[in-house]
């Protein structure tokens, strides 16, 4: 059972590159969320998708975009990387009424 | 809104003592779930329980007990008998009704020291 999957797991940019980090989970999942994590601290939400087509915005959305064209599918998209950005990025998602959230084993991102 | 605040940052215990984890939580709906997960130092998160909000039951899982009190929106986690491996950051979460996203408390860091 892959879950959910997420590319690249460690990857070091320069200050006003772009990069997209990939997402993806085989549960049928309508629900799926990027979460950052800032070293020592909690997670803040980024974006999120209810489902194919629709996203939103979390806490911390500015400097990062999504898309979400199929189900299994919700990459999130780093323009002109700044090093306020180094974080361990999460994809996760959750199945409709289970509440559950799936974790991806992170992706690591350093702006230097 | 919903909220959830975990007070304790960092928690440290001896080996074989037991410990408490505080979550306190927000919400106006009266369907929602709590959850707790557990990010051990490899970085990944586990999780542990969900508890639904009709369901006040406590639950013990072998070292691991829930409290979920809705009458102080408390939902408090036990560890007895704490161990080495137990060591990790353990987040409390709420999910309300509808599309909302899980909202996540800032976590609680506990050492356990032989």
């Known amino acids: 059972n892959a879950g959910v999957t997420q590319t690249p797991k460690f990857r070091i940019l320069k200050i006003g590159q772009s990069m997209t980090l990939q997402c993806t989970q085989d549960?049928?999942?309508?629900?799926m969320y990027w979460y950052r994590q800032d070293p020592g601290m909690g997670l803040k939400l980024i974006y999120y998708s209810v489902g194919a087509g629709i996203t939103d915005k979390g806490e911390v959305p500015n400097g990062y975009n999504v898309s979400r064209s199929t189900t299994e599918d919700f990459p999130l998209r780093l323009e002109l990387a700044a090093p306020s950005q180094t974080s361990v990025y999460f994809c996760a998602s959750r199945g409709r009424g289970t509440g559950e959230l799936f974790f991806g084993e992170g992706s690591r991102l350093t702006v230097l | 809104a919903q909220k959830v605040t975990q007070a304790q940052t960092e928690i440290s215990v001896v080996e074989k003592e037991d410990v408490t984890l505080d979550c306190v939580y927000e919400?106006?709906?009266?369907?929602?779930?709590l959850f707790w997960y557990k990010q051990p130092p490899s970085g990944e998160l586990v999780f542990l329980i969900r508890r639904n909000s009709f369901d006040e039951q406590n639950e013990i899982s072998g070292r691991y007990s829930w409290n979920f009190q809705k009458s102080t929106s408390s939902f408090n986690f036990t560890i007895t008998a704490s161990q080495v491996v137990d060591s990790a950051v353990y987040f409390c979460?709420?999910?309300?009704?509808?599309?909302?996203?899980?909202?996540f408390g800032k976590g609680t860091r506990l050492s356990v020291i032989a």
């Open positions: 919400t106006r709906d009266t369907t929602y779930y």
């Open positions: 549960m049928n999942h309508n629900y």
């Open positions: 979460a709420l999910l309300a009704s509808g599309n909302t996203p899980l909202v």
